[in-house]
């Protein structure tokens, strides 16, 4: 799930070295967060979030074959 989160961000940003993605596991739980330079932000939340919210649900669609919950939080 990182990988893909990864994939998916530095095709948004106009600074994709400055992408980063850490991953903690808590048993079925985890929790991806997605670190972006300041001035990418906004293209990775988009217009009232709906990028963001995109990207969680190709998340949660990949993780529910492996039966996993993951949360994508962007900071």
């Known amino acids: 799930m990182k990988e893909l989160v990864e994939v998916i961000a530095k095709a948004l940003v106009e600074h994709p070295d400055e992408v980063l993605v850490t991953q903690k596991e808590e048993g ?4 991806i967060e997605l670190h972006v ?3 990418d932000m ?5 217009k ?5 919210k995109a990207i969680r649900s190709v998340v949660k669609a990949a993780s529910s ?3 996993q919950k993951v949360d994508v939080e962007i900071v």
């Open 48 to 52: 009232q979030g709906r990028i963001a």
């Open 65 to 67: 074959r492996d039966n």
């Open 28 to 31: 079925k739980h985890i929790t």
């Open 42 to 46: 906004g293209k990775v939340i988009g």
């Open 37 to 39: 330079a300041a001035s």
